[in-house]
């Protein structure tokens, strides 16, 4: 935790104490609000660039980088996360993210993964801040989709298209919800 601690609000200090007790789930957080923040994505969701299932879409996006990160045996190269990402946006909204937010989004989700490894908590603290500062503000897009409005088998095809762009790992390491490797 944070030397600052004394000088957090008790909220704040409940949720460090949280993620200390369970880094997946703090993992899953940083990745959740990394791509809520991710303007080109936001705007794909909410024009629908991805046609009616754009939000399912974005929540596949979560899911995988959710399950890869914390999967993952070796080292997860920061190309590998570009790859994936550059691939999403064109194949799943016909979007070519030429902005650099692809490499900057990246970059910020490899951080979290390593900074909640180290139980470093305070890049994630300061990225939690700025969304409860912009709670009710704006419409969070990366969504539990209505499962009983969207076709299944497009269901199935999404799914089996995010696989493609994944990395294998088809054993996962974690052994319990407090440790990532």
């Given at each position: 935790m944070s030397t600052r601690s004394t000088e957090m609000s008790?909220?704040?200090?409940?949720?460090?104490?949280?993620?200390?007790?369970d880094k997946v789930k703090a993992l899953e957080f940083g990745i959740?609000?990394?791509?809520?923040?991710?303007?080109?994505?936001?705007?794909?969701?909410?024009?629908?660039w991805g046609g009616q299932?754009?939000?399912?879409?974005?929540?596949?996006?979560y899911e995988d980088l959710c399950d890869w990160f914390t999967k993952a045996k070796q080292t997860i190269k920061c190309h590998q996360v570009e790859d994936l990402l550059f691939e999403v946006m064109q194949d799943d909204f016909q979007v070519e993210a030429e902005d650099g937010s692809v490499e900057r989004t990246s970059n910020l989700l490899l951080q979290l993964r390593k900074d909640v490894l180290s139980a470093k908590f305070d890049g994630l603290l300061a990225l939690w801040k700025r969304h409860k500062k912009r709670e009710g503000k704006k419409i969070q897009v990366i969504?539990?989709?209505?499962?009983?409005?969207?076709d299944p088998n497009l269901l199935e095809?999404?799914?089996?298209?995010?696989?493609?762009?994944?990395?294998?790992?088809?054993?996962?390491?974690?052994?319990?919800?407090t440790s990532l490797s």
């Open positions: 008790s909220e704040a200090k409940a949720v460090l104490a949280s993620w200390a007790a959740r609000v990394a791509l809520d923040e991710w303007q080109i994505l936001t705007l794909a969701v909410e024009h629908r299932d754009s939000k399912l879409r974005a929540q596949y996006l969504a539990q989709a209505e499962a009983d409005k969207v095809q999404i799914d089996e298209e995010h696989k493609a762009y994944l990395p294998n790992t088809s054993a996962p390491t974690l052994q319990n919800s």
